[in-house]
Nanobody, 125 residues
Framework: QVQLVESGGGLVQAGGSLRLSCAAS????????MGWFRQAPGKEREFVAA?????????YYANSVKGRFTISRDNAKNTVYLQMNSLLPEDTAVYYC?????????????????WGQGTQVTVSS
C-alpha cells in the first residue's frame, strides 16, 4: 500500500514557477513508477510527466510541458517533485501525484494504482 500527499500548489503569474512535492509512504517507493497528472475544470485528467524507478530514472513528459517542467525523485526521502517553470494560464489545474507498481511507464491515468488528493495550481495572465 502506498499513500501519496501532494503539496506546493498555489497562485502564480504567467511566466512564474512553482515546485510541487509528493511525499509517499511505503518501503517500496523506489520500485514504483511515479507520475504527475492534472485535471482542469470540465476536462479529463491528463498525463504531465513520469519517472521510472531508482535503477533507471528515465523521465517522460507530455508535449505541452516539455522543456518547461522537470520531474525528479529523491528515494531517500520518498518524495517526487515537479518543477514547473514558464507557467502558462493553460497550466491551471488540479495536479495529482500517482504511483504505478510496475516498471513500465504508462501515460494513462487508469494504469496507476495509487493517487494523492491533488493540489491546485492557478496561473493568472
Amino acid at each position: 500500500q502506498v499513500q501519496l500527499v501532494e503539496s506546493g500548489g498555489g497562485l502564480v503569474q504567467a511566466g512564474g514557477s512553482l515546485r510541487l512535492s509528493c511525499a509517499a509512504s511505503g518501503r517500496t517507493f523506489s520500485t514504483y513508477v511515479m507520475g504527475w497528472f492534472r485535471q482542469a475544470p470540465g476536462k479529463e485528467r491528463e498525463f504531465v510527466a513520469a519517472i521510472r524507478t531508482w535503477t533507471d530514472t528515465s523521465t517522460y513528459y507530455a508535449n505541452s510541458v516539455k522543456g518547461r517542467f522537470t520531474i525528479s525523485r529523491d528515494n531517500a526521502k520518498n518524495t517526487v517533485y515537479l518543477q514547473m517553470n514558464s507557467l502558462l494560464p493553460e497550466d491551471t489545474a488540479v495536479y495529482y501525484c500517482a504511483a504505478r507498481s510496475n516498471v513500465i511507464v504508462k501515460t494513462t491515468a487508469n494504469e496507476y494504482n495509487y493517487w494523492g488528493q491533488g493540489t491546485q495550481v492557478t496561473v493568472s495572465s
